[in-house]
């Protein structure tokens, strides 16, 4: 194939790049081996490299590798999975990661600098802009760690007491959001496939809607809308956060 003028190399196929992506899965099981400096900061640098609004690059991270330390970011994170069980009692809180952090031999706390959001427009100001750039290191992070055949998930805290304990622990500063906390490690698939409670995700993690159905040319295609009810069942069919209790025990 002949390179035209302001054609980008291609250091990767698109056969590759979609095996990458669509291999790719969220862990809550982990080994306890150990991952090397050199794969973290391998990960690292390609994380840094993502998208962000404004090139403000926002993100730091902080790198938890003792074990006394990440039991005590998981408890802190547990809490709000805890919290979140009483307010919330429909959630499928089996596939929360929050309660097995601490198996993963890495924690990637991704901090959000606050101060870059004054490179936002005014009418986009707030968190949305600085939020969504991390949302892109925090993939671009999980893709990298697959590419060397390591495992991640995708912990949330944003805000709240489990934020203002990590806080503490790990002395980070006021001026960044710590919304993101990622485990990286090898995934215990033994354990992943006993785990009843995982079942569902293991049913249903892989599913995606067929590209016909999500892709409009020119227009959007009302013939290809989905009802309120195609949405509510597709939620309790195929999310892995919404379960039937019949489902929930079904491998």
């Given at each position: 194939m002949s390179t035209q003028p302001g054609d980008h190399p291609r250091p990767l196929s698109y056969e590759g790049l979609r095996?990458?992506?669509a291999g790719r899965r969220s862990v809550r099981r982990f080994r306890p081996d150990p991952v090397s400096r050199d794969a973290v900061e391998s990960i690292l640098d390609v994380a840094r490299l993502a998208p962000s609004a404004g090139n403000s690059q926002p993100w730091e991270f902080v790198v938890v590798t003792d074990a006394a330390m990440r039991s005590q970011?998981?408890?802190?994170?547990a809490s709000l999975f805890?919290?979140?069980?009483?307010?919330?009692?429909?959630?499928n809180w089996?596939?929360?990661?929050?309660?097995?952090?601490?198996?993963?031999?890495?924690?990637?706390?991704?901090?959000?600098?606050?101060r870059v959001m004054s490179a936002y427009p005014s009418i986009l100001r707030g968190n949305i802009l600085l939020r969504q750039s991390l949302s892109n290191c925090v993939l671009t992070l999980q893709l990298a760690a697959a590419s060397l055949g390591l495992a991640t998930a995708w912990g949330t805290l944003q805000g709240g007491s489990p934020e203002?304990?990590?806080?503490?622990?790990?002395?980070?500063p006021e001026v960044f959001t710590i919304d993101h906390i990622v485990p990286v490690g090898y995934a215990d698939e033994p354990e992943?496939?006993?785990?009843?409670?995982l079942a569902p995700a293991r049913a249903r993690a892989a599913n995606r809607r067929a590209l016909e159905d999500v892709v409009h040319w020119d227009r959007y295609q009302t013939e290809k809308a989905r009802s309120d009810e195609a949405v509510e069942q597709f939620i309790w069919s195929e999310t892995v956060t919404r379960v039937r209790r019949g489902d929930a025990r079904s491998g």
């Open positions: 095996s990458l992506v970011v998981a408890r802190a994170a805890s919290a979140g069980r009483k307010r919330d009692p429909e959630f089996s596939v929360s990661v929050q309660p097995f952090l601490a198996q993963a031999p890495v924690l990637i706390v991704v901090l959000g600098d606050r203002a304990e990590i806080r503490e622990l790990l002395h980070i992943c496939a006993r785990a009843a409670a």
